[in-house]
């Protein structure tokens, strides 16, 4: 059962979906955060899994994407979205039908860091996946030249001016092909974007984004809230991931106390992409969340 629900986060309303499973008794419940410049749509299909699984699931909106209220659109704030996510948790451990001493915490890409952010301040966190998650940019984005950086770098100070200013955002595209002033700048653009969409044409989700949150993204370390954690962590990533590399994601799990990881064939774009490999990841994720509420 998938009902719409709404919650408060700073006085901004936050959308989101609540999946409960057929089991009326007070369940688990898994809190989902998407991405830098994601929206909830793409998380359905995780909510359905998990419900299937016996396990409600909370999938939302950050202020300001999709759903969600919050002007100017799709600025990505990360202080705001970690406010988002306590919200969440508050949330659905008020609700009726879910177990508030077993509320568990699943994040992708940003999610991902934002989950373990979370988790280090609230030991009422049950356990936590971070799936691709991010822990800071690579050294080189590759495919990438120094001009290009240059361009990049220059549309993040200018939407972040523009920002203290009160001015309206400078939009750039969040997925683009190589040259092209954007987020993500790939070969495979047009199948990233097919990605993200889920193919749809009516989605919430918008290839548009104000640069400034990457600034932001250059101070956020979630490996020192890694350090901190108090329950079980699950990082689950890609080998041949590009976008949050193994080299880095790996550091997640090793400075938790109580972390794993998980390595799996494929790129950063798999996890959304290939419905069978999907089956194979939620599976060894199911399996960690029950072993996490087995312990509380």
């Known amino acids: ?39 909830m749509d793409r998380l359905f299909d995780y ?11 909370l999938v939302f909106d950050y202020r300001s994407f999709g759903e969600s209220d919050g002007e100017p659109r799709q600025v990505p704030d990360i202080q705001g979205q970690l406010a988002d996510v306590r919200a969440a948790v508050a949330f659905v451990r008020g609700h009726e039908r879910v177990d508030p001493g077993k509320v568990l915490l699943w994040g992708n890409s940003l999610g991902g860091a934002h989950v373990i952010t979370v988790a280090a301040g609230d030991p009422r966190v049950a356990a936590v996946v971070a799936q691709i998650p991010f822990n800071g940019f690579p050294k080189k984005v590759e495919g990438r030249s120094a ?6 770098l220059g549309a993040i100070y200018w939407d972040a001016l523009r920002g203290g200013l009160g001015l309206r955002p400078y939009y750039i595209p969040m997925v683009g092909r190589p040259g092209e002033l954007a987020v993500t700048a790939t070969p495979e653009a047009d199948q990233h ?21 990457l600034l932001q993204m250059m101070r956020y370390h979630p490996a020192e809230s890694a350090a901190r954690l108090a329950c079980p962590l699950l990082v689950c990533v890609a080998a041949e991931d590009r976008e949050t590399p193994l080299e880095s994601t790996r550091e997640l799990a090793e400075r ?5 990881l998980r390595v799996y064939p494929g790129t950063h774009f798999t996890f959304y992409t ?3 490999f999907r089956d194979r990841v939620v599976a060894d994720q199911v399996a960690f969340f029950r072993r996490a509420c087995a312990m509380v």
Not at 47 to 57: D, K, L, N, T
Not at 147 to 152: D, M, Q, S
Not at 193 to 213: F, H, K, M
Not at 256 to 260: D, K, T, V
Request: aromatic fraction near 8%; include cysteine.
């Open 1 to 39: 059962m998938r009902s719409k629900v709404s919650f408060i986060a700073e006085g901004v309303r936050c959308a989101g979906y609540l999946y409960l499973p057929a089991d009326p008794g007070p369940a688990p419940c898994v809190v989902l955060c998407h991405g830098f410049s994601g929206t």
């Open 274 to 276: 290939d419905p069978t």
């Open 147 to 152: 001009a290009e950086t240059l361009k990049v």
């Open 193 to 213: 974007i097919q990605t993200l969409t889920g193919g749809e044409e009516r989605t919430s989700w918008r290839n548009s984004v104000a640069p400034r949150g």
């Open 256 to 260: 938790a106390p109580r972390g794993e």
């Open 47 to 57: 909510g359905e899994r998990f419900a299937a699984a016996g396990f409600a699931a």
